[in-house]
């Protein structure tokens, strides 16, 4: 039983580069989330999806792109990443109306 | 816009002893859900602890409970008989029931010491 995983776990990168983030559910939920957390801030959500090909933007959506074709997938692509984008990235799912969010093993992305 | 403010960024407690981290949020929302999150060293996020706002019976998973506020919207979180794998930062939320989004404060770091 796999839940829900997070690749690469740990990447660095050079500012103006593109950078996708990978996540997968084998849950079946509905509804899947992008958070990014820093010191000071606790976790604030990027973007979320309620199904596939339905995404929506969150708190700090500046600087990035989701998409969702398939229910179990939620890349994250940092189009030309920044230094301020330099964070712990968790991805997480539920199956909405209320339900408890599931969270991945968090992906430490720095931009140098 | 909803908010959550835990007032406490750091706690250190002996071994077995009692602890409660405080949480308070504020929303005009009357559907909504409370949740209690714990991030061990680890960097995993763990639910804790789950509160439905329209329950009034506070939630209790083994030596973690919850004290709901509802109109003072508090929701504190004692942990009984800490132990050290206690040792996390403790992260409360908030959801509206209708969107599914969370919110959440910037954590209490809590620290077991033997």
């Known amino acids: 039983d796999a839940g829900i995983t997070q690749s690469p776990r740990y990447k660095i990168t050079e500012t103006g580069r593109q950078v996708t983030l990978m996540c997968h559910q084998t849950?079946?939920?509905?509804?899947m989330f992008w958070y990014r957390q820093d010191l000071g801030h606790g976790l604030r959500l990027i973007y979320y999806?309620?199904?596939?090909?339905?995404?929506d933007k969150g708190e700090v959506p500046d600087g990035y792109v989701v998409s969702r074709s398939k229910t179990e997938n939620f890349p994250l692509t940092l189009e030309s990443a920044t230094r301020s984008q330099t964070s712990v990235y968790f991805c997480?799912?539920?199956?909405?109306?209320?339900?408890?969010?599931?969270f991945g093993p968090g992906t430490r992305l720095t931009v140098l | 816009a909803q908010t959550v403010t835990q007032s406490q960024p750091e706690m250190s407690v002996q071994e077995a002893e009692t602890v409660t981290l405080s949480c308070t949020y504020d929303?005009?929302?009357?559907?909504?859900?409370l949740f209690w999150y714990k991030q061990p060293p680890s960097r995993q996020m763990i639910l804790v602890i789950r509160?439905?706002?329209?329950?009034?019976q506070n939630a209790t998973e083994n030596r973690f409970s919850v004290n709901f506020q509802k109109a003072a919207k508090s929701f504190s979180l004692k942990i009984s008989d800490s132990q050290l794998g206690d040792t996390a930062m403790y992260f409360c939320?908030?959801?509206?029931?209708?969107?599914?989004?969370?919110?959440f404060g910037k954590g209490t770091r809590l620290h077991i010491l033997p």
């Open positions: 997480a799912s539920s199956a909405g109306s209320g339900s408890t969010q599931y």
């Open positions: 929303t005009s929302e009357s559907n909504y859900y």
């Open positions: 939320a908030f959801m509206i029931g209708r969107d599914d989004k969370i919110i």
């Open positions: 509160q439905e706002a329209y329950k009034q």
């Open positions: 999806s309620a199904a596939a090909d339905i995404t």
């Open positions: 849950w079946s939920h509905s509804y």
